[in-house]
């Protein structure tokens, strides 16, 4: 059970009092995971807004309207950010500027929203499609994935010019009580947690979500990154160091408790995931697009497809980086993996 009188969460321009000084409103997204969670920790005369939406019209109408009614009168200390995708930084340049507040993130994610914004032209870049074609992606999927990724980037206002860096184990005080800072690797890089042990509560971001699984892919401007292994790394760690019965807030869905049967059921997953690509590597080598309706045996939409396909990858960078399989340039010019 939550100690929170709550069963729903928040509903749109609704504020819910998680503790006393900790507070939850959740803002809708035009995607299949619909809202994001945003959360307000006091900070003496003022709030500390956490993470953003996304910067769109409806984005921006829904804050003024927790402006003008929940949250009329409050004054703004921050805003921390706790990753750079948009539905959690998107908004970050207009509010700072509109509440006349400071950024606190990662160097990762200022970096990255300074770059995305400026330069969202380059998710097409001629290097990245032939990325995705040596992995047998067809070019059209291809063309999807690059024009899919740059209109969902450019869901961010301009970013601050500057902006406070925070890292793993920095403490960062606020109305008096000590967040531990905790850095997290996998669903993006230098995703930002934070721990308040006194509480006993974590504001998780992506790191980890109730009931659904973390998106975990390999980025084409880091083709040999391997995301899995630092989400695996991440989970072990978050299982290992933080007490079990802690609060754990993420960036979607409900608030809940079992963070260490949480972060054992993903790590199962992902093993699971990759013990079926073992298995299909049996009868041969295969291609990451050869892997995608073995891992994904549905019918994917394009949009869906870009996904699976990142995310087939995330498993192939792992295995290949364990040593468990190997590359194999095959005479069509893709690549395959194959058991090592
Ligand atoms: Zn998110």
Redesign the pocket.
């Given at each position: 059970m939550l100690d929170f009188p709550y069963d729903t969460a928040p509903a749109p321009g609704e504020v819910f009092t998680i503790r006393p000084g900790l507070l939850w409103v959740r803002l809708s997204l035009p995607f299949r995971?619909d809202h994001?969670n945003i959360y307000l920790i006091e900070d003496g005369d003022g709030w500390i807004i956490v993470?953003t939406g996304i910067d769109d019209k409806a984005g921006r109408a829904q804050w003024q309207a927790l402006f003008d009614g929940a949250l009329k009168g409050y004054r703004f200390n921050g805003l921390f950010v706790t990753?750079h995708?948009p539905?959690?930084i998107g908004l970050a340049g207009w509010l700072c500027d509109k509440l006349d507040i400071p950024l606190l993130t990662s160097q990762t994610a200022f970096l990255s929203a300074m770059n995305f914004y400026n330069s969202p032209e380059l998710l097409a870049a001629t290097a990245y499609s032939r990325f995705y074609a040596s992995h047998g992606m067809t070019p059209e999927v291809a063309a999807l994935v690059s024009t899919q990724g740059q209109e969902y980037m450019r869901m961010l206002s301009k970013p601050p010019f500057t902006y406070r860096r925070l890292r793993d184990g920095d403490v960062l005080t606020l109305g008096g009580r000590a967040f531990h800072v905790l850095s997290g690797d996998g669903?993006c890089s230098e995703q930002l947690m934070l721990h308040l042990p006194e509480e006993n509560l974590l504001l998780a971001?992506?790191q980890v979500?109730e009931k659904i699984s973390?998106n975990v892919s390999v980025m084409a401007f880091e083709p040999g990154g391997d995301p899995l292994g630092g989400f695996l790394h991440s989970l072990d760690r978050l299982r290992s160091t933080l007490p079990d019965d802690v609060l754990v807030l993420a960036?979607?869905r409900m608030p809940f408790y079992g963070l260490h049967d949480r972060c054992t059921a993903l790590i199962a997953h992902h093993h699971e995931r990759c013990d079926i690509i073992r298995a299909a590597l049996a009868t041969g080598p295969k291609s990451a697009a050869e892997l995608v309706p073995v891992m994904f045996p549905r019918d994917l939409t394009p949009h869906e497809m870009s996904f699976a396909f990142t995310e087939v990858l995330a498993h192939t960078n792992y295995l290949v980086g364990t040593g468990d399989c190997r590359w194999l340039d095959r005479a069509d010019g893709t690549r395959a993996i194959t058991r090592a």
């Open positions: 995971l994001v993470d990753h995708h539905d959690h669903h971001a992506d979500i973390p960036g979607h």
